[in-house]
């Protein structure tokens, strides 16, 4: 990129000369600077063989900053550019020296780090960081929620079972200590398959001799919980 850079800046000094817009002498002295203005980047290189990219990259560079239609080179040598429609003169033209244009166009590029649009309002910076805080607090707040409503506490099923079949779920029968939620099955044909291998080695309701009563007609079915 830097002989393409060094490629570009003779190409410019070589036409400002012939227009006798630049003496040799101060391109000379131009070219001992340390930083000579011109500057060529691309973000990935371009191999050689790529001929599509370096095509995109050609009719990029070569884009002009006007649209051509929009500019005339009048007969003094000046140009004519078409612009939108003044509020306060009506003006809908320009006629401008030359190096006047360059100096204009020069002026739209911003220096390192500068930025030459401000937004305000609800675009500024300002309201967008607000925004994006109000966003994480409201994220850290429903995260805080699902974590108090997984704590052994706030398990309102169980609480729930305790009022309806009057057993607490969470209770071991033998040694009256709270279990550990291993996990929870919901699916039919897994439970039916546990109760039947339940059955076959011979093991009993824990709960069996409880004082119990029958589930409440058109209820909800409740799914037995796997507890180690």
């Given at each position: 990129?830097?002989?393409v850079?060094?490629l570009?800046?003779?190409?410019?000094?070589a036409?400002?000369?012939?227009?006798?817009?630049?003496?040799p002498?101060?391109?000379?002295?131009?070219?001992g600077w340390?930083?000579?203005?011109?500057?060529?980047?691309?973000?990935?290189?371009?191999?050689?063989?790529?001929r599509e990219r370096?095509?995109?990259?050609a009719r990029?560079?070569s884009?002009?900053?006007?649209?051509l239609?929009?500019?005339?080179?009048l007969?003094?040598g000046?140009?004519r550019?078409r612009?939108?429609?003044?509020?306060?003169?009506?003006?809908t033209?320009m006629?401008?020296?030359?190096?006047e244009m360059?100096?204009?166009?020069?002026?739209?590029?911003?220096?390192?780090r500068?930025?030459?649009t401000?937004?305000?309002?609800?675009?500024?910076?300002?309201?967008?960081?607000e925004?994006r805080?109000?966003?994480?607090?409201?994220?850290?707040?429903?995260t805080a929620v699902?974590?108090?409503v997984?704590?052994?506490?706030?398990?309102s099923?169980?609480?729930?079972?305790r009022?309806i079949?009057e057993?607490?779920?969470?209770?071991?029968?033998q040694?009256?200590?709270?279990?550990?939620?291993v996990?929870?099955?919901?699916?039919?044909?897994v439970?039916d398959?546990?109760?039947?291998?339940?059955?076959?080695?011979?093991?009993?309701d824990?709960?069996?001799?409880t004082?119990q009563?029958?589930?409440?007609t058109g209820?909800?079915?409740?799914s037995?919980?796997v507890d180690?």
């Amino acid at each position: 990129m830097a002989a393409v850079a060094r490629l570009f800046r003779e190409l410019v000094f070589a036409e400002l000369t012939a227009v006798k817009r630049l003496r040799p002498e101060t391109a000379e002295m131009m070219r001992g600077w340390n930083h000579s203005g011109f500057n060529v980047h691309a973000s990935e290189p371009v191999l050689p063989t790529d001929r599509e990219r370096l095509e995109k990259i050609a009719r990029y560079d070569s884009r002009a900053p006007l649209a051509l239609d929009a500019m005339q080179l009048l007969a003094d040598g000046r140009v004519r550019v078409r612009t939108p429609h003044h509020p306060q003169t009506g003006a809908t033209r320009m006629d401008l020296d030359a190096l006047e244009m360059i100096r204009r166009l020069c002026a739209q590029i911003p220096d390192a780090r500068q930025h030459m649009t401000l937004y305000y309002g609800w675009y500024s910076h300002r309201a967008r960081g607000e925004r994006r805080k109000t966003e994480a607090d409201t994220e850290s707040a429903a995260t805080a929620v699902e974590v108090r409503v997984t704590t052994p506490r706030s398990r309102s099923w169980a609480r729930l079972m305790r009022r309806i079949f009057e057993v607490d779920p969470l209770l071991c029968p033998q040694c009256q200590v709270e279990m550990q939620i291993v996990s929870v099955i919901q699916e039919v044909t897994v439970v039916d398959r546990l109760l039947a291998h339940l059955r076959k080695i011979g093991g009993n309701d824990p709960h069996e001799g409880t004082a119990q009563r029958g589930p409440p007609t058109g209820g909800a079915r409740a799914s037995p919980d796997v507890d180690g």
